[in-house]
């Protein structure tokens, strides 16, 4: 079954062709990622799909099946200016969902009773308790909190977990996606990689997360020179088969340009007088020189900037520490670096990693301790807010404002039109204003100005957030062969799994944790650690007594006393059940603070009944 269709769909403005009639279709229960470069449409392809923009060109349809709900998750989500986190999560035409959120508000306005009544009893009707509970699992998981709060008061990444949290309650057939790993640190993205995995939901998305593509992914559709080739498997098997075509087009190129230089001859010998056999030569002629001259040989990304000599002292940390009130971020942290070390750093949103950095840079000093910088170290520092491009100049004009030529290895210089070449902004996208630039090239030309500074540390703050993979993998390369020192905060599995063989891993309560391996090595020492924590836990308990080994009949016996025990307690429970939901009906003379213990008495006790409900069903089969 098709759950969504695009036909002939095209998107040109003016000269530049991001797709031109491309076809895309998302079968039930498949999970399909876009690939492509920065600035090719990938964003526009997805709010197309997701009837955000109308289709263009002459026939271009989309269609969405009428039984599949779908849910859109944009890059930059909008909410109203009012719009409270409340608002945000539970805006919904989900029953089960706005029975919740009316409990919910129920709960915080004691001042009406009634209110608190209507919300438990519709929640008894839909049997909603079950959903309530994975609702406060996801907002846990994303920690969202602070209900109350103005949306437009959040951070761009706060707002971003909203969307998401949103999307995952709404439980929607169909979910388009744009980039939604940016912003979540590395215990959200796996639990969300969990979620997407388990359920059988249909999915499209955007994302330049590697693990993801070969994880969660069936299918892989990428976007390149306008047109749109189609691969079933994951990351891995798209790798295979996209070489597979590349090779087989390289092979028909070198085809083309033999039959070309043919008819090349063919028509500068050609007799004046033209007969119709020699007029379908020449559109022949014509029809293979657009084909070969449209052929785009891949562009690659090659840096090769020379870094300064460091000295024999880089970058020392000496028992530093940093708190804001009662809130420890870093504790005793002590380290120093040695030539072309690469460290990565991990930890939840907010636990300090961005902190550490400003007092590694001296940008802030540290409660306690010191940094020392040696005389020779000079930093790069890539920040997430440090994106201040000049919107009215042109990319080459910020290039040059910085420097004309850049030093490069054995002694040669680049122009800053040559640098520009090499980082894939061609001629045309030199004269581009910034303003024009897509998220993800802005990213790239930033990563340039700070790169063409000739830096011999560089430190990186979530450099891949809206950079393309292809772009990825020619960075990962620099940064593996870059002279200097490199220390990397980032949500990117992949990158960190294959740049930095060494972490400071931010465990809670300003505890840095020094670990010498990958971070997937360390994710599996993790899961050792608690499940010889839970072993332990296990042996500490009381022993329990086995059953003694009793006949069939008797065990059957046993069964039955089990079953009217249970019965007997569900009676209990219904029975005080209908002792509160009676005491509701005299609401008024209830204060406040006795209808929030009936109501969580209430929530308890049908949690109760369902877990005995659950029991004696066991017990039956």
Not at 26 to 39: E, L, Y
Not at 164 to 190: F, G, R, W, Y
Not at 300 to 324: C, F, M, P, V
């Given at each position: 079954?098709?759950?969504?269709?695009?036909?002939?769909?095209?998107?040109?403005?003016?000269?530049?062709?991001?797709?031109?009639?491309?076809?895309?279709?998302?079968?039930?229960?498949?999970?399909?990622?876009?690939?492509?470069?920065?600035?090719?449409?990938?964003?526009?392809?997805?709010?197309?799909?997701?009837?955000?923009?109308?289709?263009?060109?002459?026939?271009?349809?989309?269609?969405?099946?009428?039984?599949?709900?779908?849910?859109?998750?944009?890059?930059?989500?909008?909410?109203?200016?009012?719009?409270?986190?409340?608002?945000?999560?539970?805006?919904?035409?989900?029953?089960?969902?706005?029975?919740?959120?009316?409990?919910?508000?129920?709960?915080?306005?004691?001042?009406?009773?009634?209110?608190?009544?209507?919300?438990?009893?519709?929640?008894?009707?839909?049997?909603?308790?079950?959903?309530?509970?994975?609702?406060?699992?996801?907002?846990?998981?994303?920690?969202?909190?602070?209900?109350?709060?103005?949306?437009?008061?959040?951070?761009?990444?706060?707002?971003?977990?909203?969307?998401?949290?949103?999307?995952?309650?709404?439980?929607?057939?169909?979910?388009?996606?744009?980039?939604?790993?940016?912003?979540?640190?590395?215990?959200?993205?796996?639990?969300?990689?969990?979620?997407?995995?388990?359920?059988?939901?249909?999915?499209?998305?955007?994302?330049?997360?590697?693990?993801?593509?070969?994880?969660?992914?069936?299918?892989?559709?990428?976007?390149?020179?306008?047109?749109?080739?189609?691969?079933?498997?994951?990351?891995?098997?798209?790798?295979?088969?996209?070489?597979?075509?590349?090779?087989?087009?390289?092979?028909?190129?070198?085809?083309?340009?033999?039959?070309?230089?043919?008819?090349?001859?063919?028509?500068?010998?050609?007799?004046?007088?033209?007969?119709?056999?020699?007029?379908?030569?020449?559109?022949?002629?014509?029809?293979?020189?657009?084909?070969?001259?449209?052929?785009?040989?891949?562009?690659?990304?090659?840096?090769?900037?020379?870094?300064?000599?460091?000295?024999?002292?880089?970058?020392?940390?000496?028992?530093?520490?940093?708190?804001?009130?009662?809130?420890?971020?870093?504790?005793?942290?002590?380290?120093?670096?040695?030539?072309?070390?690469?460290?990565?750093?991990?930890?939840?949103?907010?636990?300090?990693?961005?902190?550490?950095?400003?007092?590694?840079?001296?940008?802030?000093?540290?409660?306690?301790?010191?940094?020392?910088?040696?005389?020779?170290?000079?930093?790069?520092?890539?920040?997430?807010?440090?994106?201040?491009?000049?919107?009215?100049?042109?990319?080459?004009?910020?290039?040059?404002?910085?420097?004309?030529?850049?030093?490069?290895?054995?002694?040669?210089?680049?122009?800053?039109?040559?640098?520009?070449?090499?980082?894939?902004?061609?001629?045309?996208?030199?004269?581009?204003?910034?303003?024009?630039?897509?998220?993800?090239?802005?990213?790239?030309?930033?990563?340039?100005?700070?790169?063409?500074?000739?830096?011999?540390?560089?430190?990186?703050?979530?450099?891949?957030?809206?950079?393309?993979?292809?772009?990825?993998?020619?960075?990962?390369?620099?940064?593996?062969?870059?002279?200097?020192?490199?220390?990397?905060?980032?949500?990117?599995?992949?990158?960190?799994?294959?740049?930095?063989?060494?972490?400071?891993?931010?465990?809670?309560?300003?505890?840095?944790?020094?670990?010498?391996?990958?971070?997937?090595?360390?994710?599996?020492?993790?899961?050792?650690?608690?499940?010889?924590?839970?072993?332990?836990?296990?042996?500490?308990?009381?022993?329990?007594?086995a059953p003694k080994t009793a006949p069939a009949v008797e065990m059957s016996q046993e069964?039955?006393?089990?079953?009217?025990?249970?019965?007997?307690?569900?009676?209990?429970?219904?029975?005080?059940?209908?002792?509160?939901?009676?005491?509701?009906?005299?609401?008024?003379?209830?204060?406040?603070?006795?209808?929030?213990?009936?109501?969580?008495?209430?929530?308890?006790?049908?949690?109760?009944?369902?877990?005995?409900?659950?029991?004696?069903?066991?017990?039956?089969?």
């Amino acid at each position: 079954m098709v759950y969504l269709e695009l036909t002939s769909v095209s998107k040109i403005y003016g000269e530049k062709v991001l797709f031109d009639r491309v076809d895309l279709q998302v079968a039930k229960n498949t999970k399909v990622a876009i690939v492509a470069k920065n600035g090719t449409g990938k964003s526009t392809l997805l709010r197309v799909a997701a009837g955000v923009d109308l289709p263009e060109g002459p026939g271009a349809k989309m269609y969405v099946h009428k039984d599949a709900r779908l849910a859109y998750l944009p890059q930059e989500p909008e909410f109203g200016t009012n719009a409270t986190v409340m608002d945000a999560v539970f805006d919904s035409d989900n029953d089960l969902v706005r029975a919740v959120r009316d409990y919910e508000e129920a709960l915080s306005r004691t001042d009406q009773p009634e209110r608190l009544q209507r919300a438990l009893a519709k929640m008894d009707e839909l049997q909603a308790w079950d959903i309530e509970s994975r609702i406060k699992e996801v907002l846990f998981k994303l920690n969202i909190e602070h209900f109350d709060q103005k949306v437009s008061t959040l951070s761009g990444g706060q707002r971003k977990r909203v969307a998401l949290a949103k999307l995952i309650i709404d439980s929607p057939d169909l979910i388009i996606m744009d980039e939604p790993t940016n912003h979540l640190d590395l215990d959200m993205i796996e639990w969300l990689e969990e979620w997407l995995q388990a359920t059988n939901l249909t999915l499209l998305m955007v994302t330049h997360d590697r693990y993801f593509l070969e994880r969660v992914c069936n299918r892989i559709i990428e976007l390149d020179g306008g047109n749109i080739y189609h691969y079933t498997g994951n990351y891995s098997e798209f790798l295979e088969k996209k070489a597979t075509r590349e090779e087989t087009e390289s092979a028909e190129l070198a085809k083309d340009k033999k039959r070309l230089k043919k008819e090349l001859e063919w028509v500068r010998r050609m007799p004046s007088g033209r007969g119709t056999k020699a007029k379908s030569r020449l559109t022949a002629y014509d029809d293979l020189k657009s084909k070969v001259g449209g052929f785009r040989q891949e562009e690659e990304l090659t840096i090769e900037i020379k870094g300064q000599r460091l000295g024999s002292k880089i970058l020392e940390a000496h028992n530093i520490s940093k708190s804001y009130g009662n809130r420890e971020l870093v504790k005793g942290f002590s380290y120093k670096f040695q030539k072309g070390e690469r460290v990565g750093i991990v930890g939840k949103n907010g636990a300090g990693k961005s902190t550490l950095l400003h007092m590694l840079t001296q940008e802030l000093a540290p409660d306690t301790g010191k940094v020392v910088h040696g005389s020779n170290t000079v930093f790069g520092y890539y920040t997430q807010d440090g994106i201040n491009l000049p919107e009215d100049m042109r990319v080459i004009e910020v290039i040059r404002e910085i420097a004309e030529f850049i030093p490069l290895e054995k002694g040669l210089k680049l122009t800053a039109r040559g640098l520009l070449e090499r980082f894939m902004f061609n001629s045309k996208q030199q004269q581009v204003y910034v303003s024009q630039l897509s998220g993800g090239e802005k990213r790239r030309l930033y990563l340039l100005t700070i790169l063409m500074q000739n830096p011999n540390f560089l430190i990186l703050d979530e450099p891949t957030n809206d950079l393309d993979i292809m772009t990825l993998n020619v960075l990962e390369e620099f940064l593996m062969d870059f002279p200097g020192c490199v220390l990397i905060v980032s949500h990117d599995r992949f990158f960190l799994d294959k740049l930095a063989h060494h972490l400071f891993i931010f465990e809670g309560n300003g505890k840095i944790r020094d670990w010498n391996g990958l971070y997937t090595e360390y994710r599996e020492k993790l899961k050792e650690e608690e499940a010889a924590e839970k072993a332990s836990a296990v042996a500490k308990a009381p022993p329990v007594a086995a059953p003694k080994t009793a006949p069939a009949v008797e065990m059957s016996q046993e069964k039955r006393k089990a079953i009217r025990r249970i019965e007997g307690q569900l009676a209990k429970l219904e029975e005080q059940k209908q002792k509160i939901n009676a005491q509701f009906e005299n609401a008024a003379e209830l204060d406040t603070a006795k209808i929030a213990a009936l109501g969580k008495e209430l929530a308890s006790l049908n949690e109760q009944i369902e877990e005995k409900e659950l029991e004696w069903m066991e017990l039956v089969e």
